[in-house]
């Protein structure tokens, strides 16, 4: 039996990504991509254009910069986000989707206006679950 270049073997296993098997790389994606910060940085991005990262703590209201730092972090690792410095003093950092991250943007935003358009229905059905009448 030959064997298989790295290139081979991802080639091979992409013809078999299941998320629904337990060994499966797509559930790490998934995991990434269904964190509420990833979705929230994923929105202002698209919806604000490149941005400083403090505009993006402004824009996310509650988030850490421990948190934010993370998720940006793992937004850029996996290609979803670009991080450009600029050598200005002092040093300016801009955020940016790229076409990957543009690419997720019409799930994301479909996402975040069904949270925002069901949650009184959600709420109402929360409570009356929590009241003991399902």
Not at 110 to 128: C, Y
Request: some cysteine; overall charge positive; hydrophobic content about 40%.
């Amino acid at each position: 039996m030959p064997t298989m270049t790295a290139a081979q073997k991802r080639a091979r296993a992409k013809d078999v990504y299941d998320a629904f098997l337990a060994g499966c790389p797509s559930r790490q994606l998934l995991d990434r991509i269904s964190d509420k910060w990833v979705a929230l940085v994923l929105a202002a991005l698209h919806q604000g254009g490149p941005m400083r990262y403090s505009g993006l703590a402004r824009r996310l209201a509650g988030v850490s910069q421990k948190m934010l730092t993370q998720t940006l972090r793992s937004l850029e690792r996996d290609g979803l986000v670009t991080r450009t410095v600029t050598p200005t003093v002092p040093v300016t950092v801009e955020y940016e989707l790229t076409p990957l991250g543009e690419s997720l943007q019409q799930v994301m935003l479909a996402l975040k206006t069904w949270a925002e358009t069901h949650m009184d229905e959600v709420g109402s059905n929360r409570e009356r679950y929590d009241a003991g009448a399902p």
